[in-house]
């Protein structure tokens, strides 16, 4: 049995900025969150013991989230053309462990062969290459992206829709989309990555079509039932803090 998470105080405080330099700095902009409620069984075995799954009224979330990442660069550097823009679609949990919320990935896959090194080997992240197309006409969006063999695939068109209010700190819509740290684990060491940018800027989703996600099972997790929750976000501004072993 999970217990009953981080308390609101402790969410909140979860966006503060941590102390200590960044070590890289990036934006994303088109998000796309699309959440399907999943009972906490479906991703435990998923899930490293170490890090307990965060529920909201008892029940697990899964997210898919497509979007489009820029102005990538480490500290000291500038964003360099062709190297510090990519396309990325991530397939996540939510999780905390000592008070503290945040995200576990199961996958995050990307068009940019550097990133995807550069963030398995530093920061321990499950990232894959993928073919990626993302087209954009005024606020219409298309996007599609696979893995070898296509056997992990998603695809989607939609529209970005009018301005949401800020959500309130005891919301769903808050525990969803406001998340300011990852983990991840390598072999048996968890480690806790923290990020700081503004509070995420809402928009209604319209005109969501041709909805396809193999890459949820794909990545092992039961086929979600029912329409997903949706969210389009961004753009935010990212701080990048360097990941710190917790377990």
């Known amino acids: 049995m999970e217990d009953a998470g981080p308390d609101i105080s402790a969410r909140l405080a979860a966006r503060e900025r941590p102390d200590g330099l960044p070590v890289m700095y990036q934006s994303w902009h088109r998000l796309l969150f699309l959440h399907w409620e999943l009972p906490v069984e479906a991703l435990r075995p998923l899930v490293p013991a170490g890090l307990e799954i965060d529920t909201f009224d008892g029940k697990a979330w899964l997210s898919v989230t497509p ?75 298309r996007f599609w992206s696979a893995r070898e063999e296509e056997r992990a695939e998603f695809a989607a068109s939609w529209t970005i829709g009018e301005k949401l209010p800020e959500p309130g700190p005891d919301s769903l819509d808050f525990f969803l989309v406001e998340r300011y740290c990852l983990y991840a684990a390598d072999g048996d060491r968890i480690y806790r990555c923290r990020i700081n940018h503004e509070p995420w800027p809402l928009q209604e989703t319209r005109n969501l079509s041709g909805l396809r996600y193999s890459v949820i099972e794909a990545d092992g997790i039961p086929a979600p039932e029912g329409e997903p929750k949706l969210h389009c976000g961004g753009p935010v501004h990212v701080d990048v803090w360097a990941p710190e072993r917790v377990r």
Do not use: Q
């Open 67 to 141: 979007l489009t990442i820029y102005d990538v660069a480490p500290k000291y550097f500038p964003a360099l053309p062709y190297v510090s823009w990519l396309y990325e679609l991530n397939v996540r949990t939510y999780v905390h462990l000592d008070g503290v919320p945040g995200v576990w990935f199961f996958s995050l896959d990307a068009n940019n062969l550097l990133a995807v090194w550069g963030a398995r080997t530093f920061f321990s992240l499950p990232y894959f290459n993928a073919r990626i197309m993302c087209e954009s006409e005024g606020d219409d969006v």
